[in-house]
Nanobody, 122 residues
Framework: QVQLVESGGGLVQAGGSLRLSCAASGRTFSAYAMGWFRQAPGKEREFVGGINQSGGSAYIADGGKGRFTISRDNAKNAVYLQMNSLKPEDTAVYYC???????????????WGQGTQVTVSS
């Protein structure tokens, strides 16, 4: 069992940065690949990116390429999403998820956090 809690969301002006954190409970955090998703009002949840179990391989979807990076610290049971050059269209609730592999498919993940709101003002 893994419990995930996101933090670090908030209100930021366009062009600014935020670092989201996802803290995991349980001793098996390093066994899971981690994904970040986001859901904007009225839209479907979409894949932001993911990182494999060791942290040696990370993937960012097109919407965040060149602006977002994902990292993890298995010693701290945490995964991070660094977001730079934020745009109003990045406004969404951001979720972290744990699963066996990095995947853009939500069904591939076994555990989800409750989300943290990111609002980017223009």
């Amino acid at each position: 069992q893994v419990q995930l809690v996101e933090s670090g969301g908030g209100l930021v002006q366009a062009g600014g940065s935020l670092r989201l954190s996802c803290a995991a409970s349980g001793r098996t955090f390093s066994a899971y690949a981690m994904g970040w998703f986001r859901q904007a009002p009225g839209k479907e949840r979409e894949f932001v990116g993911g990182i494999n179990q060791s942290g040696g391989s990370a993937y960012i979807a097109d919407g965040g390429k060149g602006r977002f990076t994902i990292s993890r610290d298995n010693a701290k049971n945490a995964v991070y999403l660094q977001m730079n050059s934020l745009k109003p269209e990045d406004t969404a609730v951001y979720y972290c998820a744990a699963g066996p592999v990095v995947s853009a498919s939500q069904s591939s993940y076994d555990y989800w956090g409750q989300g943290t709101q990111v609002t980017v003002s223009s």
